[in-house]
């Protein structure tokens, strides 16, 4: 029988669904941000701009690791992994933050968890599919990745009305944790996957050559014999 979690589409739905809590993740604090600046006294504008800047100097410190490492270990799992874990563990810290550098961890560790997962989960679906059929892979990712930009601000403004910053932090921790369980255990390593793939295209190949090789053995036979087709 046939294991499921080695078939190119389920990688693609690991993906999809990686960018969507990415994404979600990524703005689902949209709606509890500008309270928390309130509450604390840091309403200037360059404490704000400081604080939202954390989350790109997170994906520029892990992006641009990620996928060298990921290359030299033959993995694509295990960064999808840690960086579903950063998810839960940013959600963590958010739901304790009460100062400055508090809400630039949270979103430092934001941007690192995002910087492993989105480029990562992009280039597993580029392993087990070939370019000629990327085009509508890559438009399910970027429909999951944009559904995420949609969600992430209703559900925050929802949730932050009725549980506050630590029922916000709690859905962060709960959508992270669960990815990497997904990512974990739902999908079997893409560059496996690959490797298999390419082994059976070979085979096909190989096979190919021998029939074309015995017909045309058959056909000089026949010819060799003089005997009419």
Request: hydrophobic residues 50%; negative net charge.
């Amino acid at each position: 029988m046939k294991d499921i979690r080695a078939v190119p589409t389920a990688v693609v739905a690991g993906a999809c669904v990686a960018q969507l809590i990415d994404n979600i993740t990524y703005t689902i604090s949209f709606a509890c941000l500008p309270h928390l600046f309130e509450d604390m006294k840091l309403a200037s504008e360059s404490k704000i701009g400081l604080v939202a800047a954390m989350f790109g100097v997170g994906g520029v410190l892990t992006s641009s690791l990620s996928g060298f490492i990921s290359d030299r270990l033959k993995s694509r799992k295990l960064p999808l992994v840690v960086g579903s874990v950063g998810y839960a563990v940013c959600g963590c810290v958010l739901s304790f933050s009460h100062k400055l550098w508090h809400l630039m961890l949270y979103r430092l560790l934001n941007g690192m968890a995002s910087g492993l997962v989105y480029p990562i989960s992009t280039a597993a679906v580029g392993d087990v599919y070939p370019h000629k059929l990327l085009g509508l892979q890559m438009a399910m990712l970027n429909m999951f990745n944009n559904a995420g930009y949609m969600i992430g601000p209703i559900v925050g403004g929802v949730v932050y009305d009725h549980a506050g910053v630590r029922g916000v932090s709690t859905v962060i921790m709960v959508i992270g944790s669960l990815l990497s369980l997904i990512l974990g255990f739902g999908i079997k390593e893409p560059l496996l996957i690959h490797d298999n793939l390419m082994e059976q295209v070979e085979v096909a190949s190989e096979l190919s050559s021998e029939k074309e090789k015995t017909i045309t053995e058959e056909i000089e036979i026949v010819e060799s014999k003089d005997i009419p087709l």
